[in-house]
């Protein structure tokens, strides 16, 4: 949740040799599913649903039924972005039926959380919003921080749909509090992504908020490009900001980017980003040699160099506008 998915992958296969080792077969289901949600988030869907397969397997064989309603929740949410929407809602439905037979009402929260924001991209808010403030009942009855926030996030976005914008950016602001607080930088990430897109006053500040915190953590590349060109084509052209953007956008795609579908294209981002960030410095590229000799130049193909820099850069964009506690990552 803190943005170290390398790590986390480590000791989590160093878990599932443990757990393998001792016959801890619950455990391993845990383990498979935990997983399974990052590697989706790092976009091998295939991958990810082949580890909650094991893991349902494990669990039926076992009568896990809290382990089963978790992973279908889990998988659910997957399949729904694949399109699927049918076979994510019997998912959902059957990961609702277990929780509420066993009285768990932090995955039944969780759960109605989820179903709510696809049923409400199928158009039907009035029944998604009922899911969503049932879901928001219980996560603050039950003290769940980090869920209400993600519960916020979502409510923002349809606020924003229905053209309350003082609404979607009370709703925002309340949820990068939250999961500031509860050190949730993934999700934090989306939120403050959310809120630059969406602010009416000053939303540099926000998506200079979001690239500071993706210095510190691993989000997916898609997201990374996607935030980094969005400040990019929000500052004043010539900005000694933009070649800093570009040329951390073309760090993270050669540093992160191996068996990435969709690499090419990002990387053609990036590129894009550093050339059109020289032209409006004076140099004209017309050839991969000449950006190459031009980043050269200006130390943009030296993270050591460029990175501060641009950490430097953001903050002063940012100024007092933080809204989430950034001093746990001051030191990253």
């Not at 001792?22 to 845990?30: C, E, L, N, R, S």
């Not at 928001?136 to 976005?157: H, S």
């Not at 908020?209 to 929000?234: F, G, H, K, T």
């Not at 031009?294 to 940012?318: R, S, V």
Request: with cysteine; charged share 20%; aromatic share 6%.
């Amino acid at each position: 949740q803190q943005g170290d998915i390398d790590r986390a992958l480590t000791l989590w296969n160093d878990s599932l040799e443990i757990k393998e080792r001792i016959g801890d077969v619950k455990g391993k289901a845990a383990t498979l599913n935990n997983m399974a949600g990052v590697i989706a988030q790092q976009g091998d869907i295939e991958r990810a649903l082949t580890l909650w397969n094991d893991s349902l397997e494990i669990e039926d064989s076992i009568g896990n039924v809290k382990g089963k309603a978790a992973t279908l929740n889990n998988m659910a949410g997957v399949i729904a972005q694949q399109g699927d929407i049918e076979r994510a809602l019997t998912l959902w439905n059957d990961s609702l039926e277990i929780e509420d037979s066993i009285g768990n009402v932090k995955g039944k929260a969780a759960t109605l959380n989820n179903m709510a924001g696809v049923i409400a991209q199928q158009g039907d808010i009035d029944r998604a919003l009922t899911l969503w403030n049932d879901s928001l009942d219980i996560k603050e009855r039950i003290g769940d921080v980090q869920g209400k926030a993600a519960t916020l996030a979502n409510l923002a976005y349809w606020a924003g749909e229905r053209g309350d914008r003082a609404e979607q950016l009370t709703l925002n602001l309340q949820a990068a509090e939250a999961l500031g607080r509860t050190r949730a930088y993934s999700d934090l990430l989306t939120v403050l992504t959310n809120l630059g897109f969406t602010a009416e006053v000053n939303p540099t500040a926000y998506f200079a908020q979001a690239i500071w915190l993706m210095l510190r953590i691993q989000p997916p590349l898609s997201d990374a490009i996607s935030v980094l060109n969005a400040l990019y084509q929000r500052i004043e052209k010539g900005d000694p900001l933009e070649a800093l953007l570009g040329a951390t956008a073309f760090y993270f795609c050669r540093t992160r980017g191996e068996n990435h579908p969709d690499i090419e294209q990002l990387s053609n981002a990036s590129l894009n980003m550093l050339a059109g960030a020289a032209t409006e410095q004076g140099t004209k590229i017309e050839t991969m040699e000449a950006l190459t000799n031009w980043m050269q130049a200006q130390q943009l193909n030296d993270p050591e160099q460029f990175l501060p820099k641009l950490n430097t850069q953001l903050e002063t964009l940012i100024g007092d506008t933080w809204a989430f506690d950034p001093a746990p990552l001051q030191e990253k």
